[in-house]
């Protein structure tokens, strides 16, 4: 089972749905899941059965308490704000199914109502002075680069022992994580708390990575995902212009639009940090002078973000990511996520905008070994500026 840790969720909220539970839809949903899980345990040493016990606890939890989106709609007694973000989330599906050629496997056409701002929370884990994050391997999903657990104060119980050996950690809330196609997926609480846009393009990730995933190779998997995502959210807005072309779509277009300049500045900052850190853990200097150089590397971070803020006219969207300890492993998550969207530009644009001819591309990639494939997306970056960076 892998945990995806997406983006943080800004704004908060609960749906506070309590639907009935049918015994028939029970054991038809929890079957496979039993059955999988039983093997995750007899594959596992005595030490890894209690964390492979909360997975179990905890995804059996959502199992049970789902229910089917269109009985949910069809509740008189529903908020008409949930039932219209459930709709969305339905549209945006058949969207991505139809459009993107995504899979259809009845994913996300149930819904469970958590009662919490996350669904799980990801410990990540590097070296002092490397980026290179810690790995953790299991069954069916291969090694990834972070731990998830159901339980908060498990997770940063796990973190701070990892910080006693001497890492760089961080907890990461994740709104939303994928079984990669093993499971019917429900929709959860904590994906609808945000925009409509916002709905659409969690939904493009989370099937993207039933589309495609490779075993020990969190990067790929998470950057391709992420742009399928992109690319996918730019369809689906120009499919909502032509739908209702009496709303207000150059506002909309203005707001999008800012929305993607800051997200360029804050990845930019953090390369920028990235670099800067990386070349001074390549330098010979002593420990203590290069732990004193890493310390204020991140506070001028800091200060470089708040003139950031100041060229967005005070948006504070990100201040939640900066008001925690600045360190390594916060680098190396968003980095996961980002660092070869721009490699998977450039195969998109050779593969003439195509997505069935991308995907066929991006399984290649995936098909290489692990050498190979990382030179294969170096090569692919190497484009990026005859490409175009910034798209």
Same mark, same amino acid.
């Given at each position: 089972?892998?945990?995806? *840790? ?6 908060? #909220? ?16 929890? /079957?496979?899941? !039993? ?7 007899? !594959? ?36 008409? +704000?949930? +039932?219209?973000? !459930? ?27 958590? /009662? ?13 002075? #490397? ?16 731990? /998830? ?16 050996? &001497?890492?760089?950690? $961080? ?15 429900? @929709? @959860?609480?904590?994906? @609808? ?17 039933? +589309? ?10 998470? *950057?391709?995902? #992420? ?32 929305? +993607? ?55 504070? /969207? ?14 190396? #998550? ?8 721009? $490699? ?6 050779? *593969? &003439? ?39």
């Amino acid at each position: 089972m892998k945990f995806l *840790s997406l983006r943080p969720l800004w704004l908060n #909220s609960h749906s506070n749905i309590s639907a009935g539970v049918n015994p028939a839809r029970v054991w038809q949903n929890s /079957g496979k899941l !039993l059955f999988v899980m039983a093997i995750l345990l007899l !594959l596992s040493g005595c030490s890894t059965v209690g964390y492979y016990s909360q997975i179990i606890s905890g995804h059996m939890r959502i199992v049970i308490g789902k229910s089917p989106v269109d009985e949910i709609v069809a509740d008189d007694s529903v908020d008409d +704000k949930i +039932k219209h973000r !459930l709709q969305v989330a339905q549209r945006a599906r058949q969207f991505g199914i139809k459009q993107l050629q995504l899979p259809d496997n009845n994913s996300y056409t149930s819904f469970y109502d958590t /009662g919490k701002n996350y669904v799980t929370w990801n410990v990540v884990a590097v070296e002092e002075f #490397s980026f290179k994050p810690k790995t953790w391997c299991f069954p069916i999903a291969g090694c990834v680069s972070y731990r /998830g657990y159901y339980a908060e104060q498990d997770a940063k119980s796990y973190a701070a022992s990892l910080a006693d050996e &001497g890492f760089d950690v $961080a907890v990461n809330g994740a709104t939303a994580y994928s079984t990669l196609g093993w499971f019917r997926d429900p @929709l @959860l609480n904590t994906m @609808l708390a945000r925009s409509d846009p916002s709905i659409a393009a969690l939904l493009f990730h989370e099937l993207a990575h039933q +589309k495609l995933y490779v075993g020990n190779d969190s990067t790929f998997n998470e *950057s391709f995902a #992420s742009f399928v995502e992109r690319e996918g959210l730019r369809r689906w807005q120009e499919n909502q212009k032509k739908l209702h072309p009496q709303q207000n779509s150059s506002q909309m277009i203005a707001e999008l639009d800012a929305r +993607k300049a800051r997200q360029k500045d804050f990845i930019a900052l953090l390369k920028n940090t990235k670099d800067d850190l990386e070349e001074l853990y390549q330098s010979s200097i002593d420990i203590d002078a290069m732990r004193e150089q890493k310390k204020l590397r991140f506070k001028k971070m800091l200060e470089e973000y708040q003139q950031l803020k100041e060229s967005w006219r005070g948006y504070a /969207g990100y201040d939640g990511w900066f008001s925690r300890d600045l360190n390594n492993a916060r680098l190396a #998550s968003v980095g996961t996520y980002n660092d070869y969207i721009p $490699a998977f530009q450039v195969l998109f644009d050779e *593969s &003439g905008g195509s997505f069935e001819k991308f995907y066929s591309a991006s399984q290649e990639l995936a098909d290489l070994d692990a050498a190979a494939r990382t030179a294969a997306m170096q090569a692919l970056l190497a484009k990026v500026p005859a490409a175009g960076a910034d798209q």
